[in-house]
């Protein structure tokens, strides 16, 4: 349990008030009054400083194209690595401006697939070092690493390995047709990872970043809810996805699935085999 005397040793001064509050099941989350402005803390225990590397490159790579709470300090207390963030007042915005915005982030492009850093999760590192080819990119250094932490976790089995390798081979036949241009990705957009400030202002927040398919992120946004279609709407307007897209979707949600499945266990399974079963 983190105390007063931990708070007392971050890099800010007149720390008045520190309390607990939501943010996700990865880190802890404090919102602290220090000089009288708020700051929001998210701390890793028994991690060093460069735990939070990737997320702070990640927010600095995204607030090129659209607002993000602006990293202030990052280091590590007693064992426990900590990020400081500005504080973000939330409010209410138009989901067309935030669809717009996530357009304008694809805009952002690179020569390879990959990033400047690894994310270290739960229970893989995930692997970003640089690859000129996308099929390469997402079968060696996203699926295989997934399904060898599936195995570990007792959450695979036979049928699930043999749709998942004709799922693969689906994947390579069309890419290897249908050359991809590295867009920078949020990696992680589901409803939870959006917000609105007070001014009605789009934001995102806990990046994966990564230069992959920008499909990737808009399958992520159609698994779990939260985006209208006024989000789709603006996102058209300023960079129009290639016909098909639903035909292409599963292999990337299958990313997602099957990560919450080797987290949650069993619940998740029913979604992936759906997924699996169409190949």
């Known amino acids: 349990m ?3 005397q931990w708070f007392k040793q971050l890099p800010l001064t007149k720390i008045t008030n520190h309390q607990p509050v939501s943010g996700g099941d990865i880190n802890l989350a ?3 009054i220090a000089d009288n402005k ?12 460069k735990y939070f590397d990737h997320e702070r490159d990640g927010l600095a790579a995204l607030e ?60 893989l590192v995930k692997d970003n070092h640089w690859n000129p080819n996308w099929s390469d990119f997402y079968v060696h250094q996203r699926l295989e690493p ?9 959450v695979w089995n036979d049928w699930r390995n043999q749709h998942f390798e004709k799922m693969v081979a689906a994947f390579k036949r069309y890419y290897a047709d249908h050359p991809v241009q590295p867009s920078l990705l949020h990696g992680d957009l589901w409803a939870g990872n959006f917000m609105f400030d007070d001014q009605g202002q789009p ?77």
């Open 2 to 4: 983190l105390n007063d």
């Open 30 to 32: 404090f919102k602290v």
């Open 38 to 49: 708020p700051y929001f803390i998210k701390v890793q225990p028994n991690q060093p400083a």
């Open 64 to 123: 090129q194209a659209i607002k993000v709470p602006h990293p202030v300090a990052q280091g590590e207390i007693e064992g426990n690595a900590f990020l400081i963030l500005e504080w973000i007042e939330s409010g209410w915005g138009d989901q067309f401006k935030l669809g717009q915005a996530v357009a304008k982030l694809h805009q952002i492009t690179n020569d390879k697939f990959g990033f400047s850093t690894n994310h270290k999760t739960k229970v």
């Open 146 to 154: 997934e399904i060898k932490a599936a195995k570990a976790k007792g």
């Open 203 to 279: 934001l995102l927040i806990d990046p994966d970043s990564v230069y992959g398919d920008r499909e990737f992120d808009i399958a992520m946004t159609t698994i779990f809810g939260g985006f209208e279609n006024d989000f789709y709407n603006g996102y058209q307007s300023i960079l129009p996805l290639r016909p098909g897209l639903n035909n292409r979707l599963a292999w990337y949600q299958f990313y997602y699935l099957c990560m919450h499945l080797i987290l949650f266990g069993e619940s998740y399974g029913p979604s992936v085999d759906q997924i699996l079963g169409r190949f």
